[in-house]
């Protein structure tokens, strides 16, 4: 995934879930890990970063 695509992806589901958006990202990366789809794992553990980004340093 480029890293436009990860940033957009990350500005959708920030739009869709507020804040909710990086935990729902985090279980999105934690079952593709489980499932060992680490392709897909590593996608969704980049745009949980870029969520982070984007609420800023309050949400960590």
Do not use: C, H
């Not at 729902?24 to 934690?30: I, T």
């Amino acid at each position: 995934m480029l890293a436009l695509d990860v940033q957009e992806q990350a500005r959708l589901l920030m739009a869709a879930r507020g804040p909710k958006a990086i935990a729902d990202a985090a279980q999105k990366a934690v079952q593709f890990e489980q499932e060992g789809r680490e392709s897909d794992a590593r996608a969704w553990r980049r745009i949980e970063a870029a969520l982070i980004q984007l609420a800023g340093p309050r949400a960590k």
